[in-house]
């Protein structure tokens, strides 16, 4: 079964200092992950995706994630967090096309940045 | 390039009338999703398309939701007849095909309050 886990609902960071998400998640199959960011009033925004090439994945905005199998986790990271980062972000766990068929949605976690 | 459009952007009505939410996905995607977000229970997947035919519509709460997608262009989310548990943020969501390894793409979403 897919399961997929934010472990904050909420994260408060300065601005210019790092950001760090977590997010853990299981699945029977090899799935495809990913993270979005959802700005206020709009639609979800692909930031990057893992679908089993390199574990460390370079997203837009400066944002970076890695996959590290033996912790079923695939946190994300920016080095030094922007005002405009301020958003709800959501890891995903797709396992769309295999005899599972599931797209999964973790509940998000709101980032929030310090001036 | 346009981008997944819904429409309306927001919908009020009252208890008991039907409700139609719209959706044009991008051109060349052939899988359409349907979402719901809430804050009780976070986005949830209520059914997906792949070429028209719905592939799994496990997500759809009751029978009082129906979707259709009559062609690759055009997809419908009818409520009939419509509850105020039903009020939260619809999205529709497309790829360009049934992999799990594909991002979606959404639209900025229906607001819907049922009062």
């Known amino acids: 079964a897919q399961s997929v886990t934010q472990l904050d609902s909420h994260v408060s960071v300065s601005e210019g200092t790092p950001v760090l998400l977590r997010c853990n998640y299981s699945?029977?199959?090899?799935?495809?992950l990913f993270w979005y960011v959802q700005h206020p009033n709009k639609g979800l925004q692909l930031l990057l995706k893992?679908?089993?090439?390199?574990?460390l994945v370079k997203g837009i905005n400066g944002f970076e994630a890695e996959f590290k199998k033996s912790e079923t986790s695939f946190h994300l990271t920016k080095p030094s967090a922007h005002m405009s980062d301020a958003a709800e972000y959501f890891c995903?766990?797709?396992?769309?096309?295999?005899?599972?068929?599931?797209?999964?949605f973790g509940s998000g976690t709101r980032l929030s940045i310090r001036p | 390039d346009a981008g997944v459009i819904q429409s309306p952007r927001h919908e009020v009505t009252e208890m008991g009338q039907e409700v139609t939410l719209r959706c044009k996905p991008i051109?060349?995607?052939?899988?359409l999703f349907w979402y719901r977000q809430t804050m009780m229970r976070g986005l949830e997947l209520l059914i997906y398309?792949?070429?028209?035919?719905?592939?799994?519509d496990s997500g759809m709460p009751e029978d009082r939701f129906s979707a259709k997608m009559p062609n690759a262009s055009f997809s419908t989310l009818k409520i009939q007849p419509s509850e105020p548990r039903d009020s939260a943020v619809y999205f529709c969501?497309?790829?360009?095909?049934?992999?799990?390894?594909?991002?979606?793409?959404f639209g900025d979403g229906t607001r819907l309050s049922i009062l």
């Open positions: 398309f792949n070429n028209n035919v719905p592939i799994d």
């Open positions: 699945s029977s199959y090899s799935p495809s």
């Open positions: 995903v766990v797709s396992d769309l096309g295999s005899s599972a068929s599931k797209i999964i």
């Open positions: 893992y679908t089993s090439a390199a574990t």
């Open positions: 969501a497309s790829t360009p095909g049934r992999n799990s390894n594909q991002p979606q793409h």
């Open positions: 051109s060349g995607h052939n899988s």
